[in-house]
């Protein structure tokens, strides 16, 4: 069975730094892409970021661009996404997601929480 | 950007009678490789999001058959047959078209008369 179990998140001051993880089993890894998507409170999704299967490319939506980075380790199975410079805007739960060719978004972990706030 | 519209945003049902729930895309999501990346999600309460369609009128693994998705182009219809209380949540449109970037609806909450 597919399991994506997100850890890293908190409460962290505005201008902070978090890591999240995203531990990934069940199935191949390394033959996926991979996304960040969050929600904030009352709010739809709201894609972040993905990530090639080699970690080639990468691409963000605008609000993090520059703040947050993707990134990936094949021989651990595991997503990772790196926030500085926090805002409050980005308060929300980060959901790690498998992107799966001709579907779209089909797998989601259960989230781990980031609140931003003084 | 591709922008996802939902209607309505709240749709009271009462259990056992249809229920249907529209999405408009801002620009057609035909890909050029022909398909159109339509997908629907279903979040329950304190649950994240579950795929439940994709590609218009595709039911995801263990989806039940009362489920089902149409459309073309720029309009979309997810309708519930006969509603369970289980359905009761949030159901937001995704489109994959534009992958690498994805969008998704506001979101419609389904609930019981």
């Known amino acids: 069975e597919v399991h994506l179990v997100e850890s890293g998140g908190g409460l962290v001051q505005p201008g902070g730094s978090l890591r999240l993880s995203c531990a990934a089993s069940g199935f191949t890894f390394r033959n996926y892409w991979m996304s960040w998507v969050r929600q904030a409170p009352g709010k739809g999704p709201e894609w972040v970021a993905n990530?090639?299967?080699?970690?080639?490319?990468?691409y963000y939506v605008d609000s993090v661009k520059g703040r947050f980075t993707i990134s990936r380790d094949n021989a651990k199975n595991s997503l990772y996404l790196q926030m500085n410079s926090l805002r409050a805007e980005d308060t929300a739960v980060y959901y790690c997601?498998?992107?799966?060719?001709?579907?779209?978004?089909?797998?989601w972990g259960k989230g781990t929480t980031v609140t931003v706030s003084s | 950007d591709i922008v996802m519209t939902q209607t309505p945003l709240s749709s009271p049902v009462t259990l056992g009678q249809p229920a249907s729930i529209s999405c408009r895309s801002s620009?057609?999501?035909?890909?050029?490789?022909?398909?159109?990346?339509l997908s629907w999600l279903q979040q329950r309460p304190g649950q994240p999001p579950r795929l439940l369609i994709y590609k218009i009128s595709n039911r995801f693994s263990g989806v039940p058959d009362r489920f089902s998705g149409s459309g073309a182009g720029t309009d979309f219809t997810l309708k519930i047959s006969r509603v369970e209380a289980e359905d009761v949540g949030l159901y937001y449109c995704?489109?994959?078209?534009?992958?690498?970037?994805?969008?998704f609806g506001q979101g419609t909450k389904l609930e019981i008369k």
């Open positions: 997601a498998r992107d799966q060719s001709g579907i779209g978004i089909d797998v």
């Open positions: 995704m489109q994959a078209t534009q992958f690498p970037l994805y969008s």
């Open positions: 620009q057609s999501l035909v890909h050029s490789d022909g398909n159109t990346y």
């Open positions: 990530i090639k299967q080699d970690g080639s490319e990468k």
